[in-house]
């Protein structure tokens, strides 16, 4: 079972609070800004190993069809047999020139919007609010934020990209922070512009009767270009707008 530490860690609710206003944000995730403690790096703690994950459950997220980027394919989550985390498999084409790359793909917080919009998915599924530095270190993954998969499972360096591995911190229980079945995949460029995004749907077993499902995006709007790559210094008035937008 889940310690109630851990289920209170992963519950997102301390999210609201611990956010300081004029914080600085790379793709609408704020930056850690506290002291780097080893090996602890999330405010709440590590990540947590996900255990009792329920069985036969997969979400998949089908990229859309749309004539602004050739990415295409799914990325599947399915909880793992043991049901300790859950067994990711990729599978991605039409990357486009390699020197945008090498592409990433994270899961992120929010789920696409019916017009598609991928900046609306915010920043990375982050429940112990881990900031995006310092970067992932893939020795230590119960130090990256949760919703990384490219930090802890390797950047996409090739025009035709599969990959399957089991991620310890995800979850397909819902209720918990790090569940991923009401978010989304965003694949980006090198310098983190968004190409593309997709929700993930429950696609076998059963999520359970806790939930609505999320809406069905049509196809993402055009590459947004929106400097997120770049350190951005935002004010507290947009500050406080984002945290709005980011915990309704
Ligand atoms: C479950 O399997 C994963 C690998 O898929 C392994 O890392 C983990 O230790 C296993 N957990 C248990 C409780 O056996
Ligand atoms: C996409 O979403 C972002 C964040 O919510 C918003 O700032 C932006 O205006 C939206 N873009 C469009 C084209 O709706
Ligand atoms: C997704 O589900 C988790 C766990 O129930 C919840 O904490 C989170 O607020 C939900 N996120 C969205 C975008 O609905
Ligand atoms: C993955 O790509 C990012 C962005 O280009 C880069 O900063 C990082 O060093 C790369 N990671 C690895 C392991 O190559
Ligand atoms: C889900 O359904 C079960 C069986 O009907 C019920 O016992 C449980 O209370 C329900 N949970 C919620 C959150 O509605
Ligand atoms: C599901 O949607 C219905 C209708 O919008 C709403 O009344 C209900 O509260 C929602 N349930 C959850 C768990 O979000
Ligand atoms: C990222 O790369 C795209 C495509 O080359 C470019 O248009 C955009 O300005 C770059 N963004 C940043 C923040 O460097
Ligand atoms: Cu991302």
Do not use: W
Not at 6 to 32: D, F, K, T
Not at 60 to 66: F, G, I, Y
């Amino acid at each position: 079972m889940h310690s109630a530490i851990a289920l209170a860690a992963l519950s997102g609710l301390a999210l609201v609070n611990a956010q300081a206003p004029g914080a600085i944000l790379i793709e609408g995730s704020p930056i850690y800004d506290g002291p780097v403690i080893p090996g602890i790096t999330g405010k709440l703690g590590n990540a947590a190993i996900t255990t009792n994950n329920p069985l036969g459950v997969s979400y998949s997220a089908t990229l859309p069809d749309s004539p602004t980027t050739g990415v295409r394919g799914f990325v599947k989550a399915t909880t793992n047999s043991n049901g300790t985390g859950v067994a990711i498999q990729v599978s991605l084409t039409g990357f486009p020139d390699a020197s945008l790359g090498p592409f990433l793909y994270h899961i992120h917080d929010q789920p696409v919007p019916a017009d598609g919009n991928c900046t609306a998915t915010l920043g990375h599924l982050d429940p112990f609010i881990r900031g995006e530095i310092p970067p992932c270190d893939p020795t230590q993954p119960e130090t990256c934020q949760v919703g990384d998969l490219t930090g802890k499972h390797g950047n996409i360096t090739v025009s035709v990209f599969n990959a399957a591995y089991v991620d310890l911190y995800v979850s397909t229980e819902f209720g918990l922070g790090s569940f991923l079945g009401n978010r989304s995949i965003n694949i980006h460029t090198s310098n983190t512009t968004r190409l593309t995004c997709a929700n993930f749907v429950l696609s076998s077993g059963s999520r359970g009767n806790t939930t609505n499902s999320t809406t069905s995006p049509t196809s993402p709007t055009p590459a947004v270009f929106t400097g997120a790559g770049t350190t951005t210094f935002v004010s507290m008035g947009a500050i406080a707008a984002g945290l709005v937008a980011f915990f309704l």
